[in-house]
T-cell receptor
Framework: AQSVTQPDIHITVSEGASLELRCNYSYGATPYLFWYVQSPGQGLQLLLK??????LVQGIKGFEAEFKRSQSSFNLRKPSVHWSDAAEYFC???????????FGTGTRLQVTL | DAGVIQSPRHEVTEMGQEVTLRCKPI?????LFWYRQTMMRGLELLIY????????DSGMPEDRFSAKMPNASFSTLKIQPSEPRDSAVYFCASGYAGELFFGEGSRLTVL
């Protein structure tokens, strides 16, 4: 069965520093991969997605992610973090034709000023 | 577009009472999902529909939970009777072309 692992439960970075959030997936074929962000008291918002093609995908709010098949990874990056990026980030994988997603356990990002 | 609309946003009830959560998906989306989020278990998929038909309800915790989608613009998740362990945030999401769009959630507290 497909699964998603986010090894970091909590990450703290300084404002202006770079960010990388890790995501590893388990699936036999090429998966469809997503990153969502959840601010406190809010629903999940799609940051970016990978379906096929260029393995480096750009998303909203200055985020990008790179699909690496050899490492079964889809890490999220941002060159310079803003205080407003503090939130919880979820990696997800979709397999098959349905829109059903399997989510990782999330990484909580704290930004210090 | 108004996005996925959930009601109520907050619900506090006593154990044993019936709870009904409501969802209006984005028009034109052919999938609808109900997720539950807790600190202990994270995001759990409860049930999902395709074109108003339930496809997979294997995530529904037990018979106290039921979900319906009588038409393309409305779905309900019902808990009867409710228990304190049902306290969580319940999210509805609608899907189209492989993407999910989430509502803001219904926070349920069962005393």
């Amino acid at each position: 069965a497909q699964s998603v692992t986010q090894p970091d439960i909590h990450i703290t970075v300084s404002e202006g520093a770079s960010l990388e959030l890790r995501c590893n997936y388990s699936y036999g074929a090429t998966p469809y991969l997503f990153w969502y962000v959840q601010s406190p008291g809010q629903g999940l918002q799609l940051l970016l997605k990978y379906f096929s093609g260029d393995t480096l995908v750009q998303g909203i709010k200055g985020f990008e992610a790179e699909f690496k098949r050899s490492q079964s990874s889809f890490n999220l990056r941002k060159p310079s973090v803003h205080w407003s990026d503090a939130a919880e980030y979820f990696c997800a994988v979709r397999t098959g034709t349905a829109s059903k997603l399997t989510f990782g356990t999330g990484t909580r990002l704290q930004v210090t000023l | 577009d108004a996005g996925v609309i959930q009601s109520p946003r907050h619900e506090v009830t006593e154990m044993g009472q019936e709870v009904t959560l409501r969802c209006k998906p984005i028009s034109g989306h052919d999938y609808l999902f109900w997720y539950r989020q807790t600190m202990m278990r994270g995001l759990e998929l409860l049930i999902y529909f395709n074109n108003n038909v339930p496809i997979d309800d294997s995530g529904m915790p037990e018979d106290r939970f039921s979900a319906k989608m009588p038409n393309a613009s409305f779905s309900t998740l019902k808990i009867q009777p409710s228990e304190p362990r049902d306290s969580a945030v319940y999210f509805c999401a609608s899907g189209y072309a492989g993407e999910l769009f989430f509502g803001e959630g219904s926070r349920l507290t069962v005393l």
